[in-house]
């Protein structure tokens, strides 16, 4: 009995041995399964994405408008004697060349936004009119050439010679200057839309007028009517029509060309200065001179806070004009030398990018004076000098030196003249 008693109890711990290792190798099994499981999930699932952050708007910023600054250079009367005509002539090739006038001035005409000057006479061809200097000027097409190579970007052609070659000439010169490139103002080729050149040059909008105050006596070869359309004669009624045109185009700056005023005579007239008043109060900013063939006073004026410029007469710009060629027919020295005398008028406009508002910020003068000598061949060449920069040269002989101390000196009196 108690033999089969500790069998059975044998038996009983046997089994329980037995169970213990069966749920043993259950559970490791369920633990190894658990972990290939998991490694599994671990190498199907992608990580996570982070989320992005939205990216943060930033105001616009308001446009910056910059302000412009443009530089104008205006010089006076540009002539073609005999003498001119005949030293630029080459026999040989039967051809013109002007370009050796303008060679030491290039420079700073081509550096300008806007080169101006009056171009006193005209280019009718020679099938008519011979090639001739005063008192019925016809210069060679070559002249513009030149002209235009110099770096002049508009020409007044309202003056007292508009007419030397009639209508046709007339004409012709605007034809001859417009094909060039060049703009011409105060005379038409046909009755024009507007009288009023207006050119947008580097973003301030500027725009020409250009008047003449006599023509000779030779209007009386036009009608009535060419007389009216094809060219420029000092009105007041028309004047102020092109300022208030200009003003509804928007013009940020308004330049009267004017060709008027007594001949060799270095003061203004009263004339000039009502007119200049005239057109100071209808709106014009700058005025230019022409005519005198010396140099007269150039100021500043307040109108209504803003300030003007006039220059009543800015001389000879090229011609034979001088001491030599005007005493023998009675012109005295004292009169005759300033004819020798130039400027270029160097003016500097801003316009205030913010406000849009337009003035003269700066002017200076670069006084000339015209030579008059042989070349190696035994030719005559006429060169204008900016006198600052030649005053020392080697190129230039003690003589010419005497003569330009003089002209600028009595150039630079007249410029901001009280």
Do not use: C
């Not at 008059?372 to 030196?401: L, Q, R």
């Amino acid at each position: 009995m108690n033999r089969k008693k500790r069998l059975r109890k044998k038996r009983l711990r046997a089994s329980l041995l037995g169970l213990i290792v069966i749920i043993g190798i259950t559970a490791a099994s369920f633990a190894v399964r658990g972990l290939g499981s998991e490694n599994k999930n671990n190498e199907e699932k992608p990580p996570k994405e982070q989320p992005q952050e939205e990216p943060v708007k930033e105001e616009p910023k308001p446009e910056v408008i910059h302000d412009i600054t443009i530089n104008i250079k205006a010089t006076g009367d540009i002539m073609f004697h005999p003498s001119q005509i005949d030293g630029a002539y080459d026999a040989e090739t039967k051809t013109y060349d002007f370009h050796n006038s303008f060679k030491a001035v290039k420079d700073i005409l081509s550096d300008a936004d806007l080169a101006i000057a009056n171009f006193e006479g005209t280019t009718a061809g020679n099938e008519v009119y011979s090639y001739q200097g005063y008192p019925l000027f016809n210069a060679p097409d070559e002249v513009l050439d030149a002209i235009k190579d110099a770096g002049f970007d508009v020409l007044s052609t309202a003056n007292n010679h508009s007419l030397d070659t009639r209508k046709a000439g007339l004409i012709r010169t605007v034809q001859q200057i417009n094909v060039r490139g060049m703009d011409s103002i105060g005379t038409y080729v046909e009755k024009p839309q507007t009288r009023v050149l207006i050119k947008d040059v580097q973003g301030i909008k500027v725009a020409f007028l250009s008047y003449t105050e006599m023509l000779n006596g030779l209007d009386s070869v036009m009608s009535p009517e060419d007389l009216d359309t094809l060219i420029n004669i000092i009105d007041e009624t028309k004047m102020k029509e092109d300022i208030a045109y200009a003003k509804e185009q928007k013009a940020d700056v308004i330049i009267a060309v004017l060709h008027w005023g007594n001949e060799y005579a270095r003061a203004q007239t009263a004339t000039q200065e009502a007119v200049a008043d005239m057109l100071f109060t209808e709106g014009a900013d700058i005025i230019l001179g022409s005519h005198p063939h010396v140099i007269q006073p150039a100021k500043t004026l307040e109108y209504g806070g803003k300030t003007k410029f006039v220059a009543y007469s800015m001389g000879n710009f090229l011609s034979n004009q001088r001491v030599e060629t005007l005493v023998p027919y009675g012109m005295t020295e004292e009169v005759s030398k300033y004819t020798e005398d130039g400027v270029v008028i160097d003016i500097e406009i801003e316009k205030k990018g913010e406000t849009g508002e337009v003035s003269i910020k700066k002017i200076e003068y670069i006084p000339l004076w015209v030579y008059k000598g042989k070349t190696a061949d035994g030719g005559t060449e006429h060169v204008v000098y900016p006198i600052m920069e030649y005053i020392e040269s080697k190129d230039v002989d003690a003589n010419s030196k005497t003569r330009m101390n003089r002209s600028y000196s009595d150039t630079m009196a007249q410029m901001n003249a009280e």
